[in-house]
């Protein structure tokens, strides 16, 4: 229905898929761009999706795309139009749409009323298939380097907040010490492995409480005490090793 609206923006979009493809040679200039392109609809939206165009390849295009003017008409300037053409013509032009057998009619009366205003497309220099290529990927690369660079700041952005909440954390921590140690006490003798799992976090909470604080030589020696009372358990002893506490 668009194409046989006058709307030709499918058919550039065949022919930057060829582009794309490699079908066309890279010294071959561009056909004229339509309006439009920086604004499809969802059933172009879909046919870009399908041919799996590429959308830094397409908005490299769009760029040259001037916007659709159709909706821009005033009814004076139509009048002033109509009032312009002879009779014989006006005949031809009604004959034409009774009969429906040109649908694109509509879309080229547009086009002359548009013609008449001096409604024209922006003037720039032609492209080449190969320069609209090389652009894209100079695009892409843009964008990927953008993208990374965000991500890269998100990253740090989390490890920062991570940072600040362990910090707190183990502010909070420090302040009820000898609760967490009756707390990993009474884990540790359910005799369960969730409780020895939970038991070994805490541990390592208090470890680095105390080294924030410059008294991690007084945690070893409290924690070289509880692993010796808790010798003859073999499972938590592995989950203590295993969690890297010394």
């Given at each position: 229905m668009q194409l046989s609206r006058g709307d030709l923006r499918s058919l550039y979009l065949g022919w930057l898929l060829c582009a794309q493809a490699g079908e066309i040679d890279d010294d071959e200039v561009e056909p004229p761009v339509p309006p439009g392109l920086k604004d499809l609809d969802g059933s172009l939206e879909r046919l870009v999706d399908f041919l799996r165009i590429d959308l830094d390849l397409l908005e490299v295009a769009a760029a040259a795309s001037p916007a659709i003017?159709?909706?821009?008409?005033?009814?004076?300037?139509?009048?002033k139009w109509i009032a312009g053409q002879t009779a014989v013509q006006k005949d031809d032009y009604l004959e034409r749409f009774i009969a429906a057998e040109d649908p694109a009619l509509a879309a080229e009366l547009q086009r002359q009323v548009s013609?008449?205003?001096?409604?024209?497309?922006?003037?720039?220099?032609?492209?080449?298939?190969?320069?609209?290529?090389?652009?894209?990927?100079?695009?892409?690369?843009?964008?990927?380097?953008?993208?990374?660079?965000?991500?890269?700041?998100?990253?740090?952005?989390?490890?920062?907040?991570?940072?600040?909440a362990r910090?707190?954390?183990?502010?909070?921590?420090?302040?009820?010490e000898p609760t967490v140690w009756d707390e990993i006490e009474g884990l540790i003798a359910t005799k369960q492995?969730?409780?020895?799992?939970?038991?070994?976090?805490?541990?390592?909470?208090?470890?680095?409480?105390?080294?924030?604080?410059?008294?991690?030589?007084?945690?070893?020696?409290?924690?070289e005490i509880l692993r010796q009372m808790h010798a003859h358990k073999p499972?938590?002893?592995?989950?203590?090793?295993?969690?890297g506490l010394r």
């Open positions: 003017q159709g909706e821009l008409l005033s009814r004076e300037a139509i009048r013609d008449r205003r001096g409604v024209v497309a922006p003037s720039r220099i032609p492209r080449t298939a190969g320069a609209l290529l090389r652009t894209a990927q100079q695009a892409g690369d843009d964008r990927r380097r953008a993208e990374s660079e965000r991500a890269r700041i998100e990253k740090l952005r989390r490890e920062h907040e991570a940072t600040l910090a707190k954390n183990l502010g909070e921590i420090a302040k009820k492995p969730a409780s020895y799992d939970r038991a070994v976090r805490l541990l390592i909470d208090l470890r680095d409480a105390a080294s924030a604080q410059g008294r991690e030589e007084e945690f070893m020696n409290r924690f499972s938590l002893l592995s989950k203590i090793h295993r969690s």
